[in-house]
């Protein structure tokens, strides 16, 4: 079943972040959807604050993913993503491209959020959360839809 919410500032969009984010465990795979400047790197700040991991959270744009340790030991680090630079490889092997940066953490000791992982992300996890945001023309609100997969 879908949930929404209209998020009318950043504040919103980080304090929805922080709320899904306290429900995250180690090994789920958070799927952020939605046009440039959606807010999604905005709503991984807000995950990142509920992981408590640390930031800070920019957006990974030019190294595909960047990793956020915990500050609690014992707690899943965060993995973010940005696979917008890879939208046009076909048959991309997100698994292998992630295998290949050599981190330190394993993906199923960390929580990994993905922007522009639609249709390749899910793969990564069975217990997946997607998030989609959209904006207006107008106004600055956005809207957020998001969606539990669980086996
Ligand atoms: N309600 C809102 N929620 C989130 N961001 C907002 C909101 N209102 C305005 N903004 C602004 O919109 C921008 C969102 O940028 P952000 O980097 O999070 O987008 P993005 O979806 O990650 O884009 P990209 O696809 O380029 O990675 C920020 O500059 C933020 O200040
Ligand atoms: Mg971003």
Redesign the pocket.
Known sequence: MAETQT????E???ALGALLGAQLRAGDVVV?S????????????GIAQALDVDGPVT?P?FVLAREHRPRRPGTPAMIHV?L?RLLDESGLDLLAELDSLDLDTELDDAVVVV??GEGLAERLSERHLDIR?E?GAES???TATWRWYAP
């Not at 939605?34 to 700040?45: E, S």
């Open positions: 998020l009318a500032t950043v919103d969009t980080i952020l939605g046009p440039l400047g959606a807010g999604k790197t905005v709503l991984a700040k957006s744009t940005d917008y922007e522009w945001l904006r600055e609100t956005r």
